[in-house]
């Protein structure tokens, strides 16, 4: 089928993740100092947060925002949550290698101070905080009126894991099952496309629509969910060789795991309604879909055959097997027809 000039990509709404990429890559080859001793950085590549060397433990550290999701915060004035999304994006990454999340610092950059709206900010903050039992140990507000225009949230966390215990993927051989979780909706990636096509189709973010349970707004503005507490749990009772955050560029995050595997998405979690309305008045092809949006799969975890249905119960609600760890590289869905070899 010829392609479109009318369909939407995250490229043509401003966000290129191969050029990202490339931009990652320039950054990181500048960056060669190594510290020796206590506090030396650990060479696991591909994982969601850095591993560093503190004796019995290694620490973990990330960092991450919430995005374009301000933007839609603004536009419905409803900033309550979106502390939710800054603790979810950089908890749920931590998790990956089998880190518990310990403390937290936010950051926040505007243009002038509104106690109103950080007040609100901080109400969702908290919130994330007690879902994924971790401390808000501190944090910064920047008053930068002549870079900033409106609001940036973003926020650093630091974990710990026992050195036999980390996730790194290296384990994963073939025939691992591949056990999804729901995600809560759009969460905090892709949604610069998302406000994309609904200006294109000159939709404003209070509109209701019969699929979606409120506002087109009130749906993009969910909170991502956070994993920590039953990820954590589960780590208690079963191996686990690998874990995926499925945040930018959708199912490629699998790439980062492990190469010499190709993780086969065979029975794909339902997408919410709001991915398929996205779609439809985008003319976004599935491709593209899957290689921006988590589609429904909020985070992933691979583990052996045999512990797989234990781990579903254990899991708890809207958990499934998804597909399994075949011969080959990369990612794909053999359901969907798509396969992804690049991050």
């Known amino acids: 089928m010829p392609q479109r000039k009318n369909r939407m990509t995250y490229a043509k709404a401003g966000v290129d993740i191969d050029a990202k990429s490339e931009a990652i890559a320039s950054l990181v080859k500048q960056l060669r100092y190594r510290r020796a001793g206590r506090g030396r950085m650990m060479e696991v590549k591909g994982q969601f947060t850095s591993l560093i060397d503190f004796g019995d433990v290694a620490l973990t550290l990330c960092t991450d925002g919430v ?22 994006m950089n908890v749920n ?3 990956c290698v089998g880190a518990e999340p310990i403390a937290f610092v936010d950051y926040i950059a505007l243009d002038k101070p509104n106690p109103q709206v950080t007040e609100a900010i901080g109400v969702g903050l908290q919130a994330g905080s007690k879902m994924s039992d971790c401390e ?29 215990r980390i996730v790194t993927g290296a384990e994963i051989g073939i025939g691992d099952a591949i056990i999804g979780l729901p995600s809560s909706g759009i969460h905090s990636n892709g949604v610069t496309l998302a406000r ?11 509109r209701k629509m019969p699929e979606l349970r409120g506002s087109v707004g009130e749906e993009l503005l969910t ?36 190469k010499g595997v190709h993780f086969d998405i065979s029975k794909p979690l339902r ?71 690049v991050y």
């Open 196 to 206: 994309r096509v609904l200006e294109k189709n000159d939709i404003d973010m209070d």
């Open 67 to 88: 995005g374009t999701k301000l933007l839609i915060a603004e536009a419905l004035n409803k900033w309550d949550t979106v502390g939710i999304d800054c603790m979810a």
């Open 271 to 341: 997408p919410q309604p709001i991915f398929r309305v996205l779609q439809e008045l985008g003319e976004i092809e599935e491709k593209e879909m899957y290689q921006t949006f988590n589609m429904g799969m909020g985070f992933a975890i691979v583990l052996r055959e045999d512990d797989a249905k234990d781990a579903v119960k254990a899991l708890g609600k809207g958990a499934k097997i998804v597909g399994e760890v075949v011969e080959g590289e990369g990612v794909g869905s053999s359901e969907l027809g798509l396969s992804y070899t």
């Open 93 to 95: 990454d931590t998790i």
């Open 136 to 164: 808000i140990v501190g944090g910064e507000i920047a008053v930068l009126p002549e870079m900033v225009k409106g609001i940036d949230l973003s926020g650093s966390c630091l974990g710990f894991v026992e050195k036999d």
């Open 223 to 258: 909170p991502t969910f956070i994993y920590v507490r039953q990820v954590l749990k589960l780590l208690e009772r079963t191996k686990v060789t690998g874990m995926v955050d499925v945040t930018g560029g959708g199912l490629r995050n699998f790439v980062r795991l492990k």
